[in-house]
């Protein structure tokens, strides 16, 4: 109860402040709902606090979001796709895109036979063709790997995947952290993915905040993999515009090159002088939406 009333009250300040204020022009815009785990990362949470929190989140000028909470058996937050497509469509949004992780074991490995892996990634496509789900995208490499071949091998088990999507209208794509800039064998792990996936298959989620904590320009690569790039996670230090350390000027001037369709936002932690995740969401949006370099629309 004590959550539901914290989550109520946040929502309320996020009203008053829509009320008193004039919202930008509305473009399309997605959140990652990882941003808001502390009102809706359980499943017992998602349910007492979905409606409140899906309207306030549209009502900012998001309209879609990406889940982070397939549970393996068909469920996303604990519900039915049918039931959370229902969720989303009573507050104006729809699910775009999914964060799946199902990661390869030793055997897999060893063998460079996941075959056994693919019953479980045809109940989770359907599940998710059930909500129109745009893309499902596994959110991270596990941090160990020791050989490129290793590597490569996951190259294929993401071209198997991406296959199976594409046969159901949806397409793979892997999201980075910083880890990933680094070398394994003299060859940085990320060029490595994107030049032994099969671009028809997979794509990659560029996450510019942690390119640009690895050192790395998310524009140097849109320059050096054209069109690799279809959905991109617009995250900084905190809320979205607000450190100057990201150059998303620079990011979405180049999103055409990139080959952006879509792009999420996501928020790792509420500045301290914040203090309210759903006040985080809003002046992320708001920068977003008043944003000049950021076009209404990037789906063709």
Partial sequence: ????????????????????????????MGIQLYSLRTLIGSDEDFAA?????????????????????????GHIYGEEPEQLKADLDAAGLKMISTHVNHWLDDENLASKDFSNRMDWWKTCIAAHKKLGVKYIVMPSMPGDLPTLADVKTYC??????????????????????????EKIEGKVFYDYMIENTDPRYVFFQMDVYWADNAGVSPVEYFKRYPGRFECIHVKDWREVGQSGK?????????????????YVVEI????????DILESCRISADYL??????????SE
């Fill in 246 to 262: 990201v150059g998303f000027d620079a990011i979405f001037n180049n999103a055409a090159l990139a080959g952006v369709k879509d």
């Fill in 49 to 73: 606090n979905k409606t409140e929190v899906l309207k306030a989140l549209a009502d900012m000028g998001y309209t879609c979001v990406e889940a982070a909470s397939y549970d393996g058996e």
């Fill in 156 to 181: 294929e088990y993401y071209n198997a995947i991406g296959k199976l999507c594409a046969d159901q209208g949806m397409k793979f794509g892997f999201h980075n952290h910083s880890g990933e800039f």
């Fill in 289 to 298: 939406l008043s944003a000049p370099f950021v076009k209404e629309s990037y």
């Fill in 268 to 275: 790792e932690e509420t500045s301290p002088e914040v203090g």
């Fill in 1 to 28: 109860m004590k959550k539901i009333i914290i989550a109520i009250a946040s929502i309320a300040f996020v009203f008053s402040f829509a009320s008193c204020s004039q919202k930008p022009a509305k473009k399309e």
